[in-house]
């Protein structure tokens, strides 16, 4: 992604890159929301503890989701989900155009993640570990993360939520936090 799409920048100049002197950044989004999808897919995938039986019995040509393709498809359906509503919430109050910078100043923040999950990955499945108390350190580390991203969006320079303070609680409850609350229920219950 470096080399072709952002034309040879190194990681600094990635994460320390302008909204007006930034090129594809549709790609740039696209190729990191994939690479944060299938990797936390892999992550949590270990974590379930059944795939539900309606899905369990659904048969596509003959194969069936696993764990890892039921986390997977989760995964993608809260990616898109929350996308969408993002979209619809920017455009609903009258951002339209901070709606761009939004998912430009995301990207930055879920590149930072994806290597960081990638690194997490690595050591869940190639370094003996005991995956009972790994489970509590996951769940301390996408708090914190959670906790950071809310900061995160609502300091940024960029000023990438909404200016009204009503809007960024809208925003943050309804966008942030009730997604999470139905992508644990998806996965854990």
Aim: net charge positive; aromatic share 24%.
């Amino acid at each position: 992604m470096m080399n072709i799409i952002e034309r040879g920048a190194n990681l600094k100049d990635f994460l320390l890159q302008k909204y007006f002197d930034a090129s594809n950044n549709l790609p740039s989004w696209i190729i990191t929301s994939c690479v944060t999808a299938l990797t936390l897919a892999v992550l949590i995938s270990q974590y379930i503890p059944i795939v539900p039986k309606y899905i369990a019995d659904l048969s596509v040509l003959g194969y069936q989701l696993n764990k890892f393709g039921y986390s997977l498809v989760i995964v993608i359906l809260f990616y898109f989900v929350k996308t969408t509503l993002g979209f619809i919430f920017y455009q609903s109050i009258g951002d339209g155009k901070k709606w761009l910078v939004f998912y430009f100043t995301s990207t930055k923040f879920y590149f930072v993640l994806s290597f960081l999950l990638i690194i997490l990955c690595v050591t869940h499945y190639y370094f003996p570990i005991d995956r009972n108390k790994m489970f509590l350190y996951y769940l301390f580390f996408f708090s914190f993360v959670f906790i950071f991203k809310v900061f995160f969006y609502l300091f940024h320079k960029n000023n990438v939520l909404p200016e009204k303070w009503y809007y960024k609680f809208l925003y943050i409850c309804t966008l942030q936090i009730a997604p999470l609350l139905l992508l644990w229920k998806l996965l854990f219950f």
